[in-house]
Each structure stands twice: as C-alpha cells, then as structure tokens.
C-alpha cells in the first residue's frame, strides 16, 4: 500500500488554478524530490496536502495509508504522521521551543512526555544540529537567525518521527556547513519506514541521500518524472531541457 496517492488533484487559490490533474504515488521508505521553476505550484501542492484552508481542493482526492483525507482538517493530518517544514518558519512569542515540541508531539502521540526524559531526548537531537541548548528556552524561533530557524525544522523533524515529512526549500538561505548539518539531520531521520519530499533548487542538500524520484512541475501539473539524472540535466541545461517536449 502506497504512503501516499494523489489522485487527478485539481488545488485553486482566490478562484485561481493553481494545480490541474496532479498525480503522485509515494511508498514508504522513499524519497522524492519537487522540482521546479518559481511559482508553479510546488508549495500549492503541499500546502494542500497538509490540509491548507487557503488551497482549495476543486477536484481530485489524497490518501494516506489507504484513507481519503481529502477534506480531513488540518490537525488530523498531523496526527496521522504527515509533517512540513516551512521555507519561511514562523515566530511565535509566548511559546518556547521545547514547549512548542513537547506539546505537539503529545498531541500526535497521545501521551503526557515525561518532562526531564523529553529534555534529555531534545538536547541529544540539538547537539547533533549544533544548537546551543539555550535556544530550548527561547520562544520559538523569535530572534533566531536563518540559518538556526531551519536548524529548528529540521529539529522538528527529529522529535515528532512523522511517517511522511515534506521538506519546502529547507536549503534556502544556507551557508555551505549548515546545509551539510541540515543534510545530516535528514539522513538521520530518514528509515525504510518514513517518506521525504524534497522542495529544492540547491541539489547540494540531496548529497548523501537516495533519491527514488525527481518530479518536475509546471503548467498545473507534474510534467516529468526520473531519476536523479534529471537533476544534473536541469542545473546543467535548464528547466527548458526536460519540459519541451511535454
């Protein structure tokens, strides 16, 4: 059974389409890859996967594990194990990151986190990103740089185990070393039992991952599917190479 399917999906936002007969199968223990130029719809497209009011699902349907989620709320798609990271992640004040996670992978799990077992467990992930332990007490992401707001995706990432996490340009913004740490903490995550999706212009962040499939979208719809030869042809020739002839 695939993780996930996406069916002759058809997303508008604001009565505009966006996306028009997108399909997509994903299995468990794959990593994909989302290619595109700017604003062709990768972001629409996880956007309405994750359950984005703002994106209006016209026609088409998603399954995750089998189950239609098609018009399933947000909150339960992420219970279900579904998880994005944000190219632009959001700062919240009043919530501590440690707060934000142990919250969050509760909510997911079920279960009251064992406060000084949960505080061990997230030092150990920091350190592998090197984060400073302080930035646990610090309200989310308020203050952070670039560079260690992805680092808190990415940490993310790590805590709640999702089933099935969709990565939008997580590698934007990043100095050589930090996309190597963000790269690592995928690598890290990534089992034969959870899914990747990868959003990227920057192959550098792919180095040391097997990627199963590249997609590239355009014209409301995934034109092309490969390898990760298509990779090498867009950043050698352009997007123009590998979408002509569709």
């Given at each position: 059974m695939a993780l996930l399917e996406i069916k002759k999906l058809k997303v508008a936002v604001e009565d505009k389409t966006i996306l028009n007969g997108v399909d997509l199968k994903i299995e468990p223990g794959e990593i994909h890859v989302l290619m595109?130029?700017?604003?062709?719809?990768?972001?629409?497209?996880?956007?309405?996967?994750?359950?984005?009011?703002?994106?209006v699902i016209k026609e088409g349907h998603i399954l995750f594990e089998g189950d239609d989620i098609t018009d399933a709320s947000a909150d339960e798609r992420a219970r279900k194990g579904i998880f994005m990271s944000f190219q632009n992640p959001l700062e919240i004040t009043g919530v501590t990151l440690e707060n934000f996670l142990r919250t969050a992978r509760g909510s997911i799990r079920g279960t009251k986190e064992k406060i000084v077992a949960f505080r061990h467990e997230l030092e150990e992930k920091m350190d592998a990103l090197g984060m400073e332990h302080t930035y646990?007490?610090?309200?989310?992401?308020?203050g952070f740089s670039g560079g260690e707001k992805k680092k808190a995706e990415i940490l993310q990432l790590l805590m709640l185990q999702p089933k099935l996490a969709f990565l939008d340009e997580t590698d934007s913004g990043l100095d050589v070393d930090a996309v190597k740490t963000v790269t690592e903490g995928i690598r890290h995550f990534h089992?034969?039992?959870?899914?990747?999706?990868?959003?990227?212009?920057n192959a550098s962040i792919l180095d040391g991952l097997d990627v199963d499939k590249v997609h590239v979208l355009g014209k409301c719809k995934i034109l092309r599917t490969g390898d990760r030869s298509l990779i090498d042809r867009i950043n050698e020739f352009g997007y123009a190479s590998?979408?002509?002839?569709v």
């Open positions: 595109g130029q700017n604003g062709v719809g990768k972001s629409t497209l996880v956007s309405a996967v994750m359950g984005n009011p703002s994106y646990a007490d610090r309200y989310l992401n308020v089992t034969k039992e959870n899914s990747l999706v990868i959003i990227t212009h590998v979408t002509e002839e």
